[in-house]
């Protein structure tokens, strides 16, 4: 028999009254349910903060920059300004959602393997602290730019180091096997370096490399600093940034390590490397992961004797891919009786036309569970909302913030009228 939800796999806000119900920040998720709708994604605005302050009390000043990637709106970014921290943005996209919401723009970190030139006039133009240079293709488009506008944009160079990381293999960008980044073992990090330094179109300020995400062994971030500062100390530039990818446990059994034992860990290897450079970091999941909780409308209880039990609800695949891409797991649990044992083996999937429209694969919840229960699933703050999509014309969530008792809508639902939008 499962025993209730892991209480280290829900927000910092999350407590339970004597019937068991599940409130964060002090709002009853039931009612936040029937107040919003569903599907709704709650974040404890309280957990996002300590997170970027647990960051920042490791890197100081600057030296933390929020992937945005994990998940952007306009009041994740105002909070993350407030917090201190910089932003990286990977597309056009994000730079025009980041400068919407009035994020200094010196602040910004552009990255991309594939920047269009279009995207990177538009970060010149709006004078972006730095960008990470991933190709000669993108060195020549910089040319083009810095002749047409006599700029010379501060670069860093992204390098792939050879660095296998301990996780999925979608998530690993540090192995020469890699789209992303200069490799070293080839030589083509030298070579760009050297292009760098000798082109009037670029100030290479320093190095950058990233070796995957949802990395749970500190050995692995501590290597990837040992062979990276080999490879970034003899050039004598003045940063180098280690990325992210610290993971978040997900399910029953995972724990992962804090912040600041990452923090420490990074700072520790760095030193011991002789690394002299101004050091920054890259976290984005490790920030907005355990801070949400997705909720959901039970419409469908299927049982199959003797093979599974399908739990149907109104969300899925579209609002969480994770599970189709990575065969990511969660948890899933009934915010009205969150300490409940839940003895009930079921597979939570969605709506869409999909056989792989699976959720949680293999999830567990309380025996009476019923058509018309609010579902949760935790952990589902980064890469959830980011990668939403609209298959089969199912309209993307809304989002809150909670705090102090109050609900804050941040992302208003899709209508179907928003559906025809783009419609000619």
């Not at 700072?267 to 976290?283: F, H």
Request: charged share 20%; proline share 6%; glycine share 12%.
């Amino acid at each position: 028999m499962a025993g209730p939800l892991p209480p280290h796999l829900l927000p910092d806000g999350a407590t339970t009254d004597a019937g068991g119900r599940l409130a964060v920040a002090g709002c009853d998720l039931v009612e936040l349910a029937g107040r919003f709708g569903t599907p709704l994604i709650v974040y404890d605005e309280d957990h996002l903060r300590a997170r970027c302050r647990e960051a920042t009390a490791v890197f100081g000043d600057g030296g933390v920059v929020y992937a945005a990637k994990a998940f952007l709106c306009r009041a994740m970014v105002e909070l993350v300004h407030t917090e201190g921290l910089c932003l990286d943005v990977s597309t056009g996209g994000e730079l025009h959602v980041a400068l919407a919401a009035g994020f200094p723009p010196e602040r910004l970190v552009l990255h991309g393997n594939n920047k269009s030139p279009d995207e990177l006039a538009a970060a010149v133009e709006a004078g972006v602290g730095r960008i990470v240079v991933d190709s000669l293709d993108e060195l020549d488009r910089l040319d083009a730019l810095a002749a047409e506008r006599g700029c010379r944009p501060a670069v860093l160079l992204r390098i792939t180091p050879g660095v296998e990381a301990h996780t999925h293999v979608y998530l690993t960008t540090g192995r020469d096997d890699s789209k992303f980044g200069f490799t070293v073992s080839s030589g083509a990090a030298t070579a760009a370096v050297e292009r760098a330094r000798s082109a009037a179109s670029v100030d290479l300020r320093g190095i950058h490399a990233h070796i995957g995400s949802q990395v749970f062994r500190l050995d692995s971030f501590a290597g990837a600093v040992a062979v990276v500062a080999g490879f970034a100390n003899p050039l004598g530039l003045d940063e180098l940034s280690v990325g992210g990818g610290l993971g978040v446990a997900y399910v029953t059994g995972e724990e992962a390590p804090p912040i600041a034992a990452w923090g420490e860990t990074v700072l520790d290897a760095a030193a011991a490397a002789g690394v002299t450079a101004r050091l920054s970091v890259e976290p984005g999941r490790a920030i907005t992961a355990s801070a949400a909780i997705a909720l959901y409308t039970v419409g469908t209880v299927k049982e199959l004797p003797g093979i599974r039990t399908y739990v149907a609800v109104d969300g899925g695949m579209s609002d969480n891919p994770r599970p189709v891409l990575y065969g990511s797991g969660y948890e899933a649990f009934l915010p009205r009786a969150a300490a409940a044992e839940r003895p009930r083996a079921v597979s939570v999937v969605g709506k869409h036309c999909e056989s792989g429209d699976i959720l949680v694969a293999d999830g567990r919840v309380p025996q009476d569970l019923a058509v018309g229960d609010v579902l949760g699933v935790p952990v589902a703050g980064a890469y959830g909302y980011a990668m939403a999509s609209n298959y089969n014309k199912v309209p993307r969530p809304a989002v809150v913030f909670v705090r102090n008792g109050e609900a804050r809508p941040v992302i208003r639902r899709e209508t179907y009228d928003d559906l025809l939008r783009l419609d000619l």
